[in-house]
């Protein structure tokens, strides 16, 4: 099995911190033609979810600099991204779970 190499970088939090971030994924949309880095600092909200954030980046550049993403039709594009991959992720959970030795 080939094991994904994970990407990490550290950023420091309000309180001057660092905190190192491990990125999820990155795409670019072609609706907005903008990058955008999606990560986690493997924080845990009150429910157990990951904390999970997104910035506009640009790619190739020499120091990545994370952008907020300040409009609401850029969070949707988000967002269905993340429920798509949540319901494939649960979806390949389910199918592993029949495959098992009894």
Known sequence: MMQEETMTFKVKDQNGKE???EVL?????EETKKNYMVYTDNTVDEE???QVYASIYTPNSKT????PIE????WKI???????LQA???E???DNEGNEPK
Request: charged share 30%; glycine share 4%; hydrophobic share 30%.
């Open 88 to 90: 494939s992720a649960k």
């Open 48 to 50: 157990g979810n990951t």
């Open 78 to 84: 988000i967002q269905t991204i993340l429920d798509e």
């Open 19 to 21: 905190v190192e971030c």
């Open 92 to 94: 390949q959970a389910e």
């Open 64 to 67: 990545t600099m994370l952008e």
């Open 71 to 74: 409009t609401e039709k850029e």
């Open 25 to 29: 994924f990155t795409f670019e949309s």
